[in-house]
């Protein structure tokens, strides 16, 4: 159906048509990248020259780009007391994460539930790095003198971009290191890993126009070594990921990560221009509130809470009007569970239970925005305390 709107793209966006050519041309392909023979060697050179693409948009080495089935295992992987930095051989002895991040971070990876411990954020969804400071402190004073860190970039249901380059300031001083899952900031920010100055930094292919099933975590140094990889066995992507590529989806994934790093400014400014006319059609009517609005955003994600609203009830009636939107993070879909992201923002939870979130891409119209806005309108007319709506 052409008319249907879709307006979640945090979820997963739609393949870009780079990503899909690259994709069918992998698919022709027979050889297992490990072979040495010329089938072997044409599937190797698709992997290694998206390995290449991958680094040079976030401005990595490709050498410590490691390929993963997306940005969950992404994140496992670098959640490990296992990381070694230098010459260190100690594990990493506590797990600090804020408290929004997804949940393949808060799930804490290979850390044991007692040693993981979280750190707050303020109204507007953006982390205090004072508290990040103060539970540094305490587990030096509980004996871990190794911690690692996990911020994200940007927040998947608020878009509130994140202080990481302070935070890697903060935790460096203190002796630890800090990964970054920058799954929902990669192709809607500029993302440098070494602006940033994160020590490993998550990505997923589906967020950014790849494929599903697809993405990376990469390594700021040649110096930091995970010593014990989740998956084991044959010696692919340096050992750290074992088993044989999905080349497709790798291919896929490096055609992504060029486009993105090719069109940035310009779909960036298209998706300002989309969210400020978005903005300006929900304050025209009463009792929205916009969660964030203080701070820095991506330019895609627009998360909106109103009193008198479920949020579960209005994606339906939305949906039955052919617009797709989410209420808060989409990842459990099907699960209808309060948001940790907006109660760690202490929004009172009859707000929270309305909140919808619309994220869009760069095929995102004007008319796209205005559909969804119509939509949203009748959706407040048919409640039964009607709220006020400006002409
Ligand atoms: N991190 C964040 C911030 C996300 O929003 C998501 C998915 O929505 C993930 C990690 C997981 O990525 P993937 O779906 O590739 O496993």
């Not at 991958?54 to 401005?59: E, H, I, K, M, P």
Request: glycine share 10%.
């Amino acid at each position: 159906m052409t008319d249907r709107i879709y307006l979640d793209w945090n979820a997963t966006a739609p393949l870009r048509e780079e990503a899909r050519a690259a994709m069918l041309a992998a698919l022709e392909l027979s050889g297992n990248a490990s072979s040495v023979h010329s089938h072997g060697r044409e599937a190797r050179a698709l992997i290694e020259s998206a390995r290449e693409q991958v680094a040079s948009a976030l401005g990595a080495r490709a050498q410590n780009v490691v390929f993963t089935s997306g940005g969950t295992e992404a994140n496992n992987l670098a959640l490990t007391p296992a990381l070694q930095a230098g010459t260190e051989r100690q594990p990493r002895d506590i797990l600090l994460v804020s408290e929004i991040e997804h949940a393949s971070v808060r799930s804490g990876g290979c850390f044991p539930a007692d040693r993981v411990r979280t750190f707050g954020v303020d109204a507007d969804g953006v982390v205090r790095l004072d508290d990040l400071e103060v539970a540094l402190c305490g587990a030096r004073a509980d004996g871990f003198g190794r911690p690692l860190v996990s911020l994200m970039a940007a927040n998947n249901e608020t878009g509130v971009v994140q202080p990481v380059r302070e935070a890697a300031t903060i935790v460096h001083a203190a002796g630890g290191l800090l990964h970054v899952d920058a799954v929902q900031a990669f192709g809607r920010m500029p993302l440098s890993i070494s602006d940033i100055a994160a020590d490993l930094v998550t990505v997923s292919a589906h967020k950014i126009g790849g494929p599903q099933g697809a993405g990376a975590l990469v390594v700021a140094s040649d110096s930091l070594h995970i010593a014990a990889p989740l998956l084991t066995g044959g010696g692919q992507e340096r050992g750290l990921r074992a088993g044989t590529e999905n080349v497709a989806a790798i291919a896929g994934f490096g055609a992504a990560a060029a486009a993105v790093q090719a069109r940035l400014a310009e779909e960036c400014s298209h998706l300002l221009g989309l969210r400020e006319r978005l903005e300006a059609g929900l304050r025209s009517t009463s009792g929205a509130v916009i969660c964030g609005i203080k701070a820095q955003r991506v330019p895609n994600t627009v998360l909106f809470a109103h009193t008198g609203i479920k949020a579960e009830t209005a994606l339906i009636a939305l949906d039955l009007d052919s617009v797709a939107v989410s209420s808060g993070s989409a990842c459990s879909s099907g699960k209808v569970a309060p948001s940790h992201v907006l109660a760690a923002m202490g929004v009172a939870p009859e707000l929270a239970r309305g909140a919808i979130r619309v994220s869009f891409g760069y095929a995102t119209t004007e008319s796209d925005i205005d559909r969804f806005l119509r939509a949203w309108r009748k959706r407040l007319e048919s409640l039964p305390t009607r709220h006020g709506i400006a002409a």
